[in-house]
Each structure stands twice: as C-alpha cells, then as structure tokens.
C-alpha cells in the first residue's frame, strides 16, 4: 500500500480508512482504562439512587440556613466541596468547609467500593470525563447541587487572629448550596465587594490570614500558570477547542485553596486526637532555605526553582507527619471524595469514628489500598498530561503563522539552552535564547508543531525585529 512498516503509518492507514478518528487518544488502549462499568456495578448504583440510603440520618446536623458558596471551574461535573464563614461575636471568623457525603450510599469493601479502588480516581481529559462512579450516582446523587438539601461532611474552624486554628470540629450535616460559582465569577463578586456578599469578603480575609500564617511556618509557593482546554466534538476532524489559561495567584483560586488545606489540616488533627488511623500526607522542608530564591520575581519563575529543590513526599497512616511544603503540622485529602479514592477513605474511617464504631480499616489496610489506588492514579495523571499537551500542541499548530508569543524565562539547562512558560498558552518549551537571565520576559514565534509526533519548536525572536 506504499507505507512504511511503522507504528505511526499503521495509525494513519487506520485513521485514513475511518478505523479511528482523527484524532484518536492511543493512551486509553495502551492503558486499558475503562471507561465503561459493568453491568452488576451499574444495576447496584441503580438501586441505591432509587432507594438513597442514608445511615447518618439521625445523626445530620441541619445547616441548611448558612450561605454557601460552591467554586469550581465551570464545567465541573462533579460538587465535592462547598464553603460558608462568619464572624463570631468576638470578632474571630468561622469557616465551614462542606463535602459531599458519598459514603453514606457505601459500605467499605461493597461492589461500588472495590470498582472506586480500582479506578483510584476520576479521570478528566480535554475530550471526556471517566468518573471514578457511575455518572449518574457520581453526578447526581453524590454530588452537591444548588438550592437542594445535599448530605454532607462538614468541617469547621475557629482561627486565631494570626490564622492558627483556635478550635475545629466535625459532623454530618445537610447544607442548601446558595451559589455554584466559577473561579472568574467568584474574583468578581470580591471585586465588585457587596454588602450582601460580606460572607464571601470573610471567607477572603480567612484565607488570607491562613496564607500569612502559612508562611510564618515556612510554606512554600508552588503556584503556577496552568492550561485547560475542553474539546467539543472530539471525533471530528477539526474539533473545536476552548482553551482556558489559570492563573494559580487568581484571588478565588488562592481562597478555595487555603481553605482545602484548612480542611485538610483539621482533619489531620481530628484523626491525631482521635488515635484514628488515616493516609496522613507530609513533605519534609528543603535543605535549601525558602529564602534562596527570594531574588527571583514572584510568579512561576520563582515557583519553579522552588519546586526544584523539595524532597519526596511521605505518608504514614498512624500519625500525622509534619508538611513543610505547605507549613501546617499534618494533612489529610478529605475535599474529593467522589473524585479521589483516598480521600474516600478518610471518610470512611472519620465517620466510622462519629457513629462510635471503630475505624473499618487498620493502618496496614489502609496502606495496601492506598498502594492500590495511587498506582492507578499515576497511570490517571500520566493520561491527563499526555492529552493536555496533544490539545496544546493542536491548538498551536491551528494559530496563524508568524503569531508572536509572549513567554516567561524558568530556567537555564545548560548554557543559554532555556526552558519558557508560553504565558498566554500555558505550555512550556525549550529553545536558545540570547540575553536576559530567569524571570524575564521575551518574545517566541512557533517554527514547528506536530502533534502526534509530540513535536514543538520554537525560535526566540530578538528585540531588534519585534521593533
């Protein structure tokens, strides 16, 4: 047929002869994910939608008059987590951190929650979303939905006035979510700072406070300029593509943030109070001292030299360990339990302990799982970063020839070989440059792009020309 004996004219024959599309993802068979479930685990999620029980019932604390405020981006299929706040009498603020309740449709070791194990997580690509639950229990019942009565965990804080936390507690509650914003219609509404928003405006200060005291801990900034796209119509040959660049330091971003970690350090403390065994998460402090790279602009230069130097993460399942990343004293992931299977369990062994049952699993069960699941989670991460970066490569290869792009200097490799950050695309690549050291600015035109090949190259275009 006058093709090459390849793997990649192999896959043009088949797309040429309407096999595959276009466009197809390789990952997901080279992978073998599945992104369907079988009938049993289908027919059991049927029957708990239809009967939606509820062993915590009697137990649900009635929230349902706080303000609630739901972020996400804005086709977030899944609502695990909400927030409200207060201001106390005695001027301290109060934050909620609300999540969805899953495991009050689940038993530990069920059907649904062996198939969550083995998925790890939910998968979200440009193309399609694979949850870690059938779609109509994950995207429905489990989920948070706006102006509904939803069950759910939730997690309040009292902080000090340096954003330490003063006092904490945990219970089942039902909330009535008011609002389901997006990130950019959040920065807005604190923008526009209304009176009747003054919930929102203390949420801000909270997070605010916590970053402070964060920081006074030796926290370190990570925060990036990160990519989404979404692709409509996948299968067709010229699908379109919505590309949406994040920056990390948005205001809404930064308040969810805080606030997750909130979560995630009271729970901690909840599970170490309550000798309760819990996958516990730390990162122990880099040798080389946060201050090192004080000199460099704030922003993603600076957040990638800092990322360079952190050492492995760690986990223990008996005790907190200290998180020097994010400077608090121990972390727990509790905020995506329909999303994220660890976190699952965390909430299998907390409300264990507010029923006053003992926890369902040791910490050696709970290592084994968590072993279990994070290996699907790598293969999850490893399919999102491929299918971004396709996305990317096919939404630079549609731009007009000759398009300049501002880009971010990161870092040198070797001599002035140096890795950029395209600012207005979100994707980093590497070229020559001629002057200028990290943290500058300068200016790239796009040579080549293919796609598939996974090829980009760009070419620095000098002062002189851009004038």
Not at 429 to 449: H, I, L, R
Request: glycine share 4%; hydrophobic share 40%.
């Amino acid at each position: 047929m006058g093709f090459a004996r390849t793997s990649s004219a192999a896959l043009k024959l088949l797309i040429n002869v309407g096999y595959f599309p276009v466009h197809v993802n390789l990952d997901l068979f080279r992978y073998d994910v599945q992104t369907t479930y079988t009938e049993k685990v289908l027919s059991v999620a049927e029957e708990l939608l239809v009967d939606c029980p509820d062993s915590d019932k009697h137990v649900r604390k009635d929230l349902s008059n706080l303000r609630v405020y739901a972020i996400d981006v804005d086709e977030a299929d899944e609502l695990d987590d909400a927030l409200s706040a207060t201001r106390l009498p005695d001027g301290r603020i109060k934050v909620w951190i609300h999540v969805a309740d899953p495991t009050c449709f689940l038993q530990p070791r069920s059907i649904l929650d062996r198939e969550a194990m083995h998925r790890g997580t939910s998968i979200f690509l440009p193309t399609a979303t694979f949850p870690m639950f059938p779609e109509r229990l994950a995207m429905n019942a489990m989920s948070l939905q706006q102006g509904t009565d939803c069950r759910s965990v939730s997690v309040s804080v009292i902080l000090h006035p340096d954003g330490s936390i003063a006092e904490y507690s945990i219970e089942n509650s039902v909330i009535k979510p008011t609002y389901m914003l997006t990130y950019e219609g959040a920065t807005e509404l604190l923008y526009m700072n209304l009176e009747e928003e003054k919930d929102l405006r203390i949420l801000q200060e909270a997070a605010s406070i916590r970053a402070q005291w964060r920081r006074s801990q030796g926290s370190i900034d990570t925060a990036m300029i990160e990519p989404r796209i979404k692709v409509a119509n996948p299968d067709d040959p010229e699908p379109n593509i919505n590309l949406y660049v994040e920056d990390q330091t948005n205001p809404a971003m930064q308040l969810v943030s805080e606030m997750m970690i909130l979560c995630g350090e009271a729970v901690a403390a909840f599970g170490s109070d309550n000798n309760i065994p819990l996958p516990y998460r730390g990162h122990p402090q880099s040798n080389t001292a946060v201050s090192a790279f004080a000199y460099l602009p704030e922003g993603p230069a600076r957040s990638v030299a800092n990322i360079s130097v952190l050492r492995a993460a760690e986990m223990d399942f008996r005790k907190p360990v200290a998180h020097g990343v994010l400077g608090i004293p121990g972390y727990v992931q509790f905020t995506s339990p329909i999303r994220r299977y660890v976190d699952l369990l965390a909430h299998y062994q907390v409300k264990a302990f507010l029923r006053g049952e003992s926890p369902p699993y040791s910490a050696g069960d709970l290592e084994g799982m968590t072993f279990i699941a994070s290996m699907h989670v790598k293969v999850a991460r490893k399919l999102h970063s491929n299918s971004l970066r396709y996305w990317l490569l096919e939404y630079l290869r549609r731009q007009p020839k000759g398009r300049k792009y501002r880009a971010l200097l990161l870092k040198f490799i070797k001599d002035r070989m140096a890795t950029l950050l395209l600012v207005d695309v979100g994707i980093q690549v590497t070229t020559v440059v001629a002057a200028g050291k990290v943290g500058d600015e300068a200016s790239v035109v796009v040579e080549m792009v293919h796609p598939r090949d996974d090829i980009l190259s760009v070419t620095e275009i000098a002062q002189d020309t851009e004038e």
